[in-house]
Each structure stands twice: as structure tokens, then as C-alpha cells.
Nanobody, 119 residues
């Protein structure tokens, strides 16, 4: 089994910044990509950003100028730096791992971390 542990969420004022972290551990895996998704109350889960093991990134268009995804392959950890936060960024942010575990392609989710942007 593979576990994803997220950290870094919290309450921040509009215009502020937060950095989320997600560490993957457990069975040996070869990851294809790691990423962040978010889900606001009453809305569907949506893509925020992904990054491949080779460092190629993909962002949802509305967040590309304010958010930066990065990773530390040695630590199996992905980060999301969020700047100029807006109230509409309030959501539960979920870490995602797309990986090969043995001969099988698996997809894993973290438990989610709450981000609240409010004055």
C-alpha cells in the first residue's frame, strides 16, 4: 500500500501565501505524476496542477500565474506554493499520485488538507 500525507493547509488572509506538502511512502512504486486537486463545498473536485517524475508541469489555467508545483524526487514529496490567495481558493486540497506498483498502474489520494482564505 502507498500512503500520501499532506500538510500545510490553514487559514490565510486574501493576498497571502501558503505552501502545501505531500509525502508519499509505502510500497515500492514508480511514479508517473503527482499532483494537487481541490474541492470546494458544493462543487466537483478540480485539477490544480500536476508534475511528472521528469518535472513537466500542467496547471489549471486560472491558477497558473499564482500557484507553483514542484517536487523533491529523493523525498517522494510534491509541493504547491500558493500566492495571492483569493477567497475563491477556499477548498479542501487533495494530493494525488499516479504510479506503477509492480505491473499495475495505481492512483492514490491523500486525506485532504483544508485551505481557507478569509479576512
Amino acid at each position: 500500500q502507498v500512503q500520501l500525507v499532506e500538510s500545510g493547509g490553514g487559514l490565510v488572509q486574501p493576498g497571502g501565501s501558503l505552501r502545501l506538502s505531500c509525502a508519499a511512502s509505502g510500497n515500492t512504486f514508480s511514479d508517473i505524476s503527482m499532483g494537487w486537486y481541490r474541492q470546494a463545498p458544493g462543487k466537483q473536485r478540480e485539477l490544480v496542477a500536476t508534475i511528472t517524475d521528469g518535472g513537466r508541469t500542467d496547471y489549471a489555467g486560472s491558477m497558473k500565474d499564482r500557484f507553483t508545483i514542484s517536487r523533491d524526487n529523493g523525498k517522494n514529496t510534491v509541493y504547491l506554493q500558493m500566492n495571492s490567495l483569493k477567497p475563491e481558493d477556499t477548498a479542501v486540497y487533495y494530493c494525488n499520485l499516479d504510479a506503477w506498483v509492480g505491473f499495475f498502474r495505481r492512483n492514490y489520494w491523500g486525506q485532504g488538507t483544508q485551505v481557507t482564505v478569509s479576512s
